[in-house]
Each structure stands twice: as structure tokens, then as C-alpha cells.
């Protein structure tokens, strides 16, 4: 009679990678199931993640966390899909700076740095006309004329862009200590005296698909902060 081989016990690489599909719901293979076909719902879903790594966990919820949000004002469908990241020093983030459009800079409390959240002009608009047409039965772009990116538009989402922000910054294991002091609406990337030039910054940059608002978002903060 053969010897039976026992059960190969489970490496500690094996349970840990159990414990992560557990946790965040990923799938073998780096893989994710395929979206749903219903109306409205399932083009919103997609996820997808290159490894198993903290910075692709982070982008996963954050995916999660922003369609949730813009469910409730984007009409019919809509993909996010994550693009690949940059890091770059504070005193470097203009050679990133995607022109006149619209930015959030959030000052924290007891912190030197600051967060920024930046909307394209076809997206910062497009929210804006979403907003400003809530209560219409036809959607009209009524900000398409303009000629370059305007302030006017934070008039419409300056408090969406915040609340935005804030459940964002939930997602931090460590939120609690993170308390914004000050938020800008600005139109062009600036930089405030006091935030350490040389510290490393990552920049998330998201595309948005939407029949009637598509564009780049940027999520952009502290390169240490992946660490919490």
C-alpha cells in the first residue's frame, strides 16, 4: 500500500494572501469579476489591480469610495479607471500641473503639507452643469462656452468638491488625526509657504466616463501617508 502524502499546511505567504482576499474581496489571479450588464449599475463596478500591493488596495477604495459618491449625480453609467501613478516633490508638482483648470488644496492641522483634489475643465464643468440642471428634465451644459477654466464654477461644487474630499480622507486608517484646517478653490496650481519643498508627493490620476461628463481627476498627498 502507497504512503499517503498529509496535507501540505498553508505558508504564512499563502494565509496572508488569504486574509487579503478576505478583507478587500480580490480574486485569484489579480483578477476581478466581470461588471454586471444592468443599466446604470454595472458599468460604474469595474475595478481592476496589477498586485497585491498597499498603493493598489488604497486605489481599489478609492475607486469604491468616489463611485459611491457620484452615483447620486451622474446620470446613467459610468467607469473609473485608475491610471498609473507619479510621485514627485512638492517643489516639482508644476512639471505635473495639468494647466488652468480646477484644483482643492486642503491644509491639515498640525501638518506641513497639503492635499490637493484637481477636476479637469470637461469634468469641474460637467458637475457644475449636472448641479445647476438637478431639477431639469434635459441636461444642457450651460458652462461649455466658457473660454477658460472660471471660478464661477466652484459657486456650484466648491461644497461637493468638499464633502468629495472628506470621504476620501475617511479611508485612512489614521483619518482622525488628519483635520483640515483651510480648503482653496483655485484655478491654477500654487504653492504655500510653510509645506516642506523636498517631501515626496503621489499623484493618483483617475479617468471618468460618463455620457455626459468625462475627464482626469487627480487625488495628490503625502508619499507617507501610503505607509498608515
Given at each position: 500500500m502507497?504512503n499517503?502524502i498529509?496535507?501540505?499546511?498553508?505558508?504564512?505567504?499563502e494565509?496572508?494572501?488569504?486574509?487579503?482576499?478576505?478583507t478587500f474581496g480580490?480574486?485569484?489571479?489579480n483578477?476581478?469579476?466581470e461588471?454586471?450588464?444592468?443599466?446604470?449599475v454595472?458599468f460604474?463596478?469595474?475595478?481592476?489591480?496589477?498586485?497585491?500591493?498597499?498603493?493598489?488596495?488604497?486605489?481599489q477604495r478609492?475607486?469604491?469610495t468616489?463611485?459611491a459618491q457620484?452615483k447620486g449625480?451622474?446620470?446613467?453609467?459610468f467607469?473609473?479607471t485608475?491610471?498609473?501613478?507619479q510621485?514627485?516633490s512638492y517643489?516639482?508638482l508644476?512639471?505635473?500641473?495639468?494647466g488652468?483648470?480646477?484644483?482643492?488644496l486642503?491644509e491639515?492641522?498640525?501638518?506641513?503639507?497639503?492635499?490637493i483634489?484637481?477636476?479637469?475643465?470637461?469634468?469641474?464643468?460637467?458637475?457644475?452643469?449636472?448641479s445647476?440642471n438637478?431639477?431639469?428634465?434635459k441636461?444642457?451644459n450651460?458652462?461649455?462656452?466658457?473660454?477658460?477654466a472660471?471660478?464661477?464654477i466652484y459657486?456650484e461644487i466648491?461644497?461637493?468638491?468638499?464633502?468629495?474630499?472628506?470621504?476620501?480622507?475617511e479611508?485612512?486608517?489614521?483619518?482622525?488625526?488628519l483635520?483640515?484646517?483651510?480648503?482653496?478653490?483655485?484655478l491654477q496650481?500654487?504653492?504655500?509657504s510653510g509645506?516642506?519643498?523636498d517631501e515626496e508627493?503621489?499623484?493618483?490620476?483617475?479617468?471618468?466616463d460618463?455620457k455626459e461628463?468625462s475627464?482626469d481627476?487627480?487625488?495628490v498627498?503625502?508619499?507617507r501617508?501610503?505607509l498608515?
Amino acid at each position: 500500500m502507497q504512503n499517503q502524502i498529509p496535507n501540505k499546511e498553508p505558508s504564512p505567504e499563502e494565509i496572508y494572501q488569504e486574509m487579503i482576499r478576505d478583507t478587500f474581496g480580490l480574486f485569484d489571479n489579480n483578477k476581478y469579476p466581470e461588471a454586471e450588464s444592468s443599466p446604470g449599475v454595472g458599468f460604474s463596478k469595474q475595478i481592476s489591480s496589477d498586485s497585491y500591493s498597499k498603493n493598489n488596495f488604497l486605489v481599489q477604495r478609492l475607486v469604491n469610495t468616489i463611485t459611491a459618491q457620484l452615483k447620486g449625480i451622474l446620470p446613467g453609467a459610468f467607469r473609473i479607471t485608475p491610471k498609473p501613478e507619479q510621485c514627485l516633490s512638492y517643489a516639482n508638482l508644476h512639471s505635473w500641473s495639468p494647466g488652468r483648470s480646477y484644483f482643492s488644496l486642503f491644509e491639515m492641522t498640525h501638518s506641513k503639507s497639503v492635499w490637493i483634489l484637481h477636476f479637469s475643465r470637461s469634468v469641474g464643468e460637467g458637475l457644475a452643469s449636472l448641479s445647476h440642471n438637478r431639477n431639469s428634465r434635459k441636461y444642457l451644459n450651460i458652462y461649455n462656452d466658457l473660454r477658460e477654466a472660471d471660478s464661477v464654477i466652484y459657486l456650484e461644487i466648491g461644497e461637493m468638491l468638499r464633502k468629495f474630499f472628506i470621504s476620501l480622507l475617511e479611508l485612512w486608517p489614521a483619518s482622525d488625526k488628519l483635520k483640515v484646517v483651510r480648503c482653496r478653490h483655485i484655478l491654477q496650481l500654487g504653492f504655500l509657504s510653510g509645506i516642506a519643498q523636498d517631501e515626496e508627493y503621489v499623484v493618483l490620476p483617475f479617468y471618468l466616463d460618463n455620457k455626459e461628463c468625462s475627464g482626469d481627476f487627480h487625488l495628490v498627498f503625502p508619499q507617507r501617508y501610503l505607509l498608515i
